[in-house]
């Protein structure tokens, strides 16, 4: 099965509850699910369904901008938009190259379900991230699923509406190196 990544931009301040219509979308879209299962919250603070154990998902927001993925196994995704980074945690990177890793290390953390602690250890992201690039222009895009998949990544237009910009597929990098790995 796919990894599927839906990405919108939304109105600033609304990014929480634009996740959630997103995830909603995108599950009636790819598993004809709706309305949204009830969600609860494991140790860390990863929502899942607990009726639903066939259908993993992870959410993300940053700017003016959301994400979901959707797995039938567990899957990270952050976003983060495209900005100056954190002086501290920089280290003379550039904006692009600093997001990325940060993006992949966060989706990785995510993925395993841990809380915000384990982000600010300097482990290495997940060797199965993929940088989603493209997907959505100004911003950052990183899924770490939890096995080689086919990702398939969608851009909406209007949440509200669930229409569709652009459609993108990437390629695990064991099957055709279609993933941009972080460095």
């Known amino acids: 099965m796919d990894v599927v990544v839906y990405a919108a931009r939304c109105a600033s301040g609304g990014e929480h509850q634009a996740a959630?219509?997103?995830?909603?979308?995108?599950?009636?879209?790819?598993?004809?699910i709706s309305p949204l299962p009830e969600t609860a919250a494991e140790e860390g603070g990863k929502p899942f369904f607990p009726g639903r154990p066939d259908v993993c998902f992870n959410?993300?927001?940053?700017?003016?901008?959301?994400?979901?993925?959707?797995?039938?196994?567990?899957?990270?995704?952050?976003?983060?938009?495209?900005?100056?980074?954190?002086?501290?945690l920089g280290r003379g990177l550039?904006?692009?190259?600093?997001?990325?890793?940060?993006?992949?290390?966060e989706a990785s953390v995510k993925r395993r379900?841990?809380?915000?602690?384990?982000l600010m250890r300097e482990e290495e992201p997940d060797p199965l991230c993929c940088c989603l690039a493209g997907l959505l222009p100004g911003w950052v895009v990183?899924?770490?699923p939890s096995e080689p998949a086919v990702i398939r990544g969608v851009q909406i237009g209007d949440i509200g509406a669930g229409t569709v910009s652009a459609a993108f597929r990437w390629d695990p990098p064991a099957l055709a190196g279609g993933c941009r790995q972080c460095p």
Do not use: M, N
């Open 20 to 32: 959630w219509d997103l995830l909603a979308l995108a599950l009636e879209r790819e598993r004809g």
């Open 59 to 88: 959410l993300s927001h940053s700017r003016g901008a959301v994400v979901c993925a959707l797995h039938h196994r567990a899957v990270g995704v952050d976003i983060e938009a495209l900005r100056q980074p954190p002086r501290r």
């Open 94 to 105: 550039g904006p692009e190259e600093f997001f990325r890793r940060w993006t992949a290390r």
């Open 113 to 118: 379900g841990q809380g915000i602690a384990a």
């Open 142 to 144: 990183t899924v770490c």
